[in-house]
């Protein structure tokens, strides 16, 4: 068992328990709802998925492209919800 074999092996296991903290939430309101935590979870556990196939020597195109779409998801779905909120009647329309 190789440190990067760990470090990918942390990562999948992160990604795989975002879906237990997203049950749990929705669970808890009664409703399907996806905690801000979903998104910290599936950018955490795709980062190490990703330094796996990127740096160890596994080195796999098909496991960077795996994960590197749901980190770039995560990434921007965290952005959204991080984000100032943004003010009514300032959405652009063409006309």
Known sequence: MTPW???GLSGAMLF????????GASRRAGRAVVPRSFWIISLCGSGLTLSYFIFSEKQDAVGVLQNLL????AAYSL???LRPPRKPGLIRTSE
Do not use: D
Request: charged share 15%; no cysteine; hydrophobic share 60%.
């Open 5 to 7: 074999k760990l470090i």
């Open 16 to 23: 795989g328990a975002r879906w237990l903290v997203q049950f």
């Open 70 to 73: 749901p980190a770039l998801t």
């Open 79 to 81: 952005w959204l919800e």
